[in-house]
Structure formats: structure tokens, C-alpha cells
């Protein structure tokens, strides 16, 4: 590994580093990717013990790229020494739920794996950190971590709807026979599920607004169940969850979040509600969102129709039931985050 000195250094943490997310992952981080080839990278994998040999694997592989910016890469099973003075976390581990689990048992074990996170991000990140939870379910376990890390500002606490963000362009793109480059200001609002809704009310193909391009009908019951569902219609055919996908999904995230998103166009992310278009303050949930200067804003005064406040709402009441359901489990303060 070399180095560029006079190029910025940033610390970051990837858990779940020996999953398959992971694998896709840290090798775009590596090779400047995600904050740009200005910046030298120090890559700290955190796995479970178990898993430490494999992600030590994945150490040996990225060594053995050679990546210019690549500073170091440590292995650790320990949250806390993993995420001291951290400048980036993304955290992807996750318990998958399992045969017979109900939603409360995947919340509580989640608990138990994102409240120490946020402990240890609590105790030794930087103040200005920024994380994103890709570990599903995603908004919740970031509602949990947020809500453990009560000395670190809400707003470095991210969600990823960016997947579903840009699954969106590609069926509007796929529809249209447009480039997706060619398409602006779609949006995802509310959690990442099925419940989650995918929003072109605002957004222009070429220029043109997509409601004059597009039936309603298709849009409404082809292309919202499409990406909403797109997480399962992928296990189903890969006998596991998307990976390379979400990986650049997150790659997508941070760079956005830390370059810029460009002027006139939007994306997707879910952050800490400050109560924005009737959301619970304190809860995660994706809006459309631009980044200015490093910090994510929710694009201000959308005009909302009957049809997106319903499914808005509905998406947002699946993520009060969540928030309730570990406000029960102790695992975040009835006061909520702050
Ligand atoms: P995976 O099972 O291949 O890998 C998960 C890894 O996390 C495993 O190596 C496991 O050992 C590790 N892990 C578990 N607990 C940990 C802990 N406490 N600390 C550190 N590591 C821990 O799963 P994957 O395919 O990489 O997916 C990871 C998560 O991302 C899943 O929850 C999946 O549902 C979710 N996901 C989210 C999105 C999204 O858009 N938000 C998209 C795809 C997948
Ligand atoms: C996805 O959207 O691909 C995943 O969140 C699906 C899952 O349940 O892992």
C-alpha cells in the first residue's frame, strides 16, 4: 500500500465486513469509489469472532490490490476499538430473521447488535461522523443506534433507501427507453419495506414531467409494486438478499452526502425527521433530499396529492409500529432520539 501525503485521510469502519455486502463493498471504498481518489483511506473490518478468519481473508485480497489510497485495513470483533475516532461507519451486519422469528424477535436481536454500536460510535467516533445503516430492518436499527449515541448530533445517522432510489430510475428508464441519466427528482419516502413509496409525482424525464409521460395505472400498479418489492423478487431469484447492488447503493450514499448532490436534482435518503411533510420528528424515514456543504436538507415545499399522502402515511405508520415495538423492548427512550 502506498500513500499520497498530501491527500486528506479518513477512518472508516464497515461491519458484516466478511458478508456478502461486504465483499462487494470495501473493494469500491478501497479504490476511491465512495469519497473520491483525493482521499487516503483507513479500512477497519469488524465482524463477529466467528467470522473474523473470513473477513482476515478479505484483508489479504485487498491488500493484494495494491489500491493507491488504501492507507491501512484492520480486523477487529470489537466494537469499540473498531469505531474510535471513526470518520464513516457503515454498518451492514445484520441478523437476518430466521425460521419462526416474528418481527419483534428480529427487532430485539438487532437491538442487541446495533444499541453496543452505537454505544461504541457514542464513545470514540468524531462528532462529525457520518453513518449509514444498510443492516435491515435498516431505518429502525439506525433509530436504535441514534438513540444510543445520545452526545453525537441525529442528523450523522443515515438509513439507506438509495437501492431503492435507484432501482426506481432503472424501471423508469427501462420503461421510457431513456438513459437513466436523463431522469430527475423521483424520490422514496418512509421506510425500507414494501411499504415504502416510490414518488415520480415531481419527476421529469428529458425534461418533461413523468405524470404526462407515463400512464398512471402502469405507475401505480406496476412500477410502485415493482420497486417496492424488488428486495424479495431478488432472493427469490438469487436464493439471497442483493448485494453488489446494495453495496453500490451505499457507495452512492456516502459520495452524495459528502460531495453533493448536483443542483436541480434530488435523491433519496432515510435521516432523522425534524418533522418535515407531517413525519413523527425522531423517526427515520426516507424523503427526497439534496446534500449541501456535507449535510443532508429534505427538499422543502412538495405539493403532496391525496394518493401520496396515503401512501406516505402508510409507510410511516409501519415505521411508528416499529419505533413502538422497540420503545417496548427498551431498547429507545420514550423521549426518542433526543
Ligand atoms: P450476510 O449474511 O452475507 O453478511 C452479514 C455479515 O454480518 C455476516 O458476515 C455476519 O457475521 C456479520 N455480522 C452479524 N452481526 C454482526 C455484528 N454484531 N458485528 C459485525 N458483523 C456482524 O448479509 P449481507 O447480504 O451482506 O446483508 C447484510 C444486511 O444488509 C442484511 O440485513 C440485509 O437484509 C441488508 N440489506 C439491506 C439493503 C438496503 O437497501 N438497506 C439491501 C440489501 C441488503
Ligand atoms: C433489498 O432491498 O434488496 C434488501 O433489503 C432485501 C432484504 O430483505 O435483505
Given at each position: ?45 469488524l465482524e463477529v469472532p466467528q467470522a473474523a478468519k473470513a473477513a ?19 480486523v477487529y470483533d470489537d ?260
Amino acid at each position: 500500500m502506498s500513500s499520497t501525503a498530501a491527500a486528506p485521510v479518513v477512518t472508516i469502519t464497515v461491519t458484516g465486513a466478511a458478508g456478502q455486502i461486504g465483499y462487494s463493498l470495501l473493494f469500491r471504498i478501497a479504490s476511491g469509489d465512495m469519497l473520491g481518489e483525493d482521499t487516503r483511506v483507513r479500512l477497519r473490518l469488524l465482524e463477529v469472532p466467528q467470522a473474523a478468519k473470513a473477513a482476515e481473508g478479505t484483508a489479504m485480497e485487498l491488500a493484494d490490490c495494491a489500491f493507491p489510497r488504501l492507507e491501512s485495513i484492520d480486523v477487529y470483533d470489537d466494537a469499540r476499538a473498531a469505531f474510535d475516532g471513526v470518520g464513516v461507519a457503515l454498518l451492514v451486519g445484520a441478523r437476518p430473521r430466521g425460521p419462526g422469528m416474528e418481527r419483534g424477535d428480529l427487532l430485539e436481536a438487532n437491538g442487541g447488535i446495533f444499541g453496543p454500536q452505537g454505544e461504541a460510535i457514542n464513545a470514540g467516533a468524531a462528532q462529525d461522523v457520518r453513518v449509514l445503516v444498510v443492516g435491515n430492518p435498516a431505518n429502525t436499527n439506525a433509530l436504535i443506534v441514534a438513540a444510543h449515541a445520545p452526545d453525537i448530533p441525529a442528523d450523522r445517522f443515515t438509513a439507506m433507501t438509495r437501492l431503492d432510489h435507484n432501482r426506481a430510475l432503472s424501471q423508469l428508464a427501462d420503461k421510457t427507453g431513456v438513459a437513466v441519466t436523463e431522469i430527475e427528482r423521483v424520490a422514496i419516502w418512509g421506510n425500507h419495506s414494501a411499504t415504502q413509496y416510490p414518488d415520480v409525482c415531481h419527476a421529469r424525464i428529458a425534461g418533461r414531467p413523468v405524470p404526462e409521460l407515463i400512464d398512471a395505472h402502469w405507475l401505480e400498479h406496476t412500477f410502485i409494486p415493482t420497486v417496492a418489492k424488488r428486495g424479495a423478487a431478488i432472493i427469490e431469484a438469487r436464493g439471497a438478499s442483493s448485494a453488489a447492488s446494495a453495496a453500490n447503493a451505499a457507495i452512492d450514499h456516502m459520495r452524495s452526502w459528502v460531495r453533493g448532490t448536483p443542483e436541480g436534482d434530488w435523491t433519496s435518503a432515510a435521516i432523522v425527521s425534524d418533522g418535515s411533510y407531517g413525519v413523527p420528528e425522531g423517526l427515520v424515514c426516507s424523503y427526497p433530499v439534496v446534500s449541501r456543504d456535507g449535510a443532508w436538507q429534505v427538499v422543502p415545499d412538495l405539493e403532496v396529492n391525496a394518493f401520496a399522502r396515503s401512501r406516505i402515511d402508510r409507510s410511516v405508520a409501519e415505521l411508528v409500529e416499529e419505533r413502538d415495538a422497540v420503545r417496548a423492548l427498551g431498547l429507545v427512550r420514550p423521549e426518542g432520539i433526543r
